[in-house]
C-alpha cells in the first residue's frame, strides 16, 4: 500500500542521512545513491527535504554530474524535478481541494513556481561550473577533451531547457538553450552538426513570434496543404504541411509526449521546415499546445 511504501522509503532514507552526513562527494557512490536516493525521499513524501537535496545542495548535483556524466546526470536529475512537480501540485491541489479561494489558489502557483525556479537554478548552475575536465582529457587530445566537454554542458542544458517547458518557465528555457549555443560555438562546431541544428530548432519553437489574425483570403494566412482530407474525418497520417508557406509544416518540438498531471499528454507545436518532422495528426486522447 502507500502507506508500507511510504515508510520503506523513509527507512532508506533515514539509512542514507547517517551514512552521509548530509555532505556528498564522488567517494560515496555506491552505484544507488546518485541515482536513486532523490526518488526515495520524493517517495517518503518528505518534499521539504528533496527540495533541501535537489535545490539547495550543490555538493550532491556536482557529485552525482561527476559519477553519472552530465548527461545521463542531467536526465535523471530532470526525471526527479519532474516527479517532485508532480508530488507538489497534487499535495496543493489537495490541500485547497475544499477551497474556492482565488487568493489560496495564487498562493499555491506562486509557491509551485518558487520551488521549481530554485531546483531549475541549481542544476544550470552546477552544470556551467561543473569543473572536472580531466575526466575527459584522459583519452583525448586537450583540444578535443574541451569540445566534448563544451559539447556534453550544452547537452545538459538543452534537457533542462526542453524539460522546464512543462513547467511553463520559457525565460529560463530560452536562456538554457542559448547558453548551450554558446558552448558549441566555444567549441568550434560547424552550424551543419547536429547538435547545433538541435538546437536551433528548439530556439526557433520557444521563440515568441507576433501573431496577426488576417482575413480568410489574404496572402499572409496559414492553408494546410490536405485541409480536405481532415475536414473529411482522416485523422490518422496526415502530414500537416502548409501549402500557404512552401517547405513548411506544423511540426512537433520534441520527440515525444509531455505530460501535466490531470490534464494528460501534450505536444507543443511550431511552424519549421518540412524535413525536420512532418507531423502526422494525433488521435484525439492528446491535445496541443500551439
Not at 547517517?18 to 556528498?24: G, I, Q
Not at 557529485?63 to 519532474?82: K, N, P
Not at 497520417?237 to 501534450?266: C, N, Q, R, T
Request: with cysteine.
Amino acid at each position: 500500500s502507500a502507506v508500507v511504501s511510504q515508510f520503506m522509503n523513509k527507512q532508506v532514507v533515514d539509512v542514507y542521512e547517517e551514512l552521509t552526513n548530509r555532505s556528498y562527494s564522488s567517494c560515496l557512490d555506491d552505484g544507488h545513491i546518485f541515482t536513486f536516493y532523490p526518488l526515495h525521499i520524493i517517495a517518503s513524501n518528505d518534499l521539504s527535504k528533496a527540495f533541501d537535496l535537489l535545490g539547495k545542495n550543490q555538493n550532491f548535483i556536482d557529485a552525482r554530474l561527476q559519477v553519472m556524466g552530465i548527461e545521463l546526470g542531467v536526465e535523471r536529475h530532470m526525471q526527479d524535478v519532474t516527479l517532485f512537480y508532480k508530488k507538489m501540485f497534487c499535495n496543493e491541489k489537495m490541500s485547497r481541494s475544499n477551497k474556492n479561494n482565488k487568493c489560496d489558489k495564487m498562493a499555491s502557483e506562486a509557491r509551485i513556481h518558487s520551488r521549481m525556479m530554485g531546483l531549475v537554478n541549481s542544476i544550470v548552475f552546477a552544470i556551467v561550473s561543473f569543473d572536472h575536465l580531466s575526466v575527459y582529457s584522459e583519452s583525448n587530445t586537450p583540444l578535443v577533451a574541451i569540445q566534448k566537454y563544451n559539447c556534453l554542458k550544452a547537452r545538459g542544458l538543452v534537457v533542462v531547457g526542453a524539460v522546464i517547458q512543462k513547467f511553463n518557465l520559457w525565460n529560463i528555457s530560452m536562456d538554457c538553450f542559448l547558453k548551450a549555443l554558446q558552448y558549441l560555438k566555444y567549441a568550434d562546431f560547424p552550424s551543419t552538426h547536429p547538435d547545433m541544428l538541435r538546437i536551433m530548432r528548439y530556439i526557433n519553437t520557444a521563440t515568441l513570434l507576433p501573431l496577426q489574425l488576417v482575413p480568410r483570403d489574404s496572402p499572409q494566412r496559414i492553408v494546410l496543404k490536405y485541409a480536405d482530407l481532415l475536414r473529411r474525418g482522416s485523422i490518422s497520417g496526415v502530414p500537416l504541411v502548409l501549402s500557404s508557406h512552401p517547405g513548411h509544416a506544423i511540426v512537433p518540438a520534441k520527440d515525444a509526449f509531455d505530460e501535466i498531471a490531470f490534464y494528460g499528454p501534450f505536444c507543443i507545436l511550431g511552424i519549421g521546415k518540412v524535413y525536420d518532422r512532418v507531423l502526422n495528426s494525433f488521435l484525439s486522447f492528446c491535445f496541443f499546445m500551439f
